[in-house]
Nanobody, 120 residues
């Protein structure tokens, strides 16, 4: 089992910045990648960014230049730095952790999400 916990969400004015953190813990052999997704009511959850533990980064085009994803492999954490936020970034942000464990192979684990609200 892998436990995934997001933090760092909150309320911010348009143009502001936030840093989201994702921490994974539990009994696993390795993390393959961590991804950040976001979801607003009535819409599908969408990918924001993903980083592998080999440092391959995927960032959705609309976030390029504003968002940055990074990781700390020693602490099993990833970070999403969000700048120049606007009201369309308002959503619940979820961390997805893809990990390998001897008992269950490779699986995806999700956190509970953290709310980001951007006031226009």
């Amino acid at each position: 089992q892998v436990y995934v916990v997001e933090s760092g969400g909150g309320f911010v004015q348009a143009g502001g910045s936030l840093r989201l953190s994702c921490a994974a813990s539990g009994n696993f052999v390795k993390i393959n990648f961590m991804g950040w997704y976001r979801q607003v009511p009535g819409k599908d959850r969408e990918l924001v960014a993903r980083i592998t533990w080999e440092d391959d980064v995927t960032l959705v085009d609309s976030m390029k230049g504003r968002f940055t994803i990074s990781r700390n492999s020693a602490e099993n954490k990833s970070f999403l730095d969000m700048n120049t936020l606007n009201s369309e970034d308002t959503a619940v942000y979820y961390c997805n952790t893809n990990a390998y464990g001897w008992r269950w192979g490779t699986r995806d684990f999700w956190g509970q999400g953290t709310q980001v609200t951007v006031a226009s």
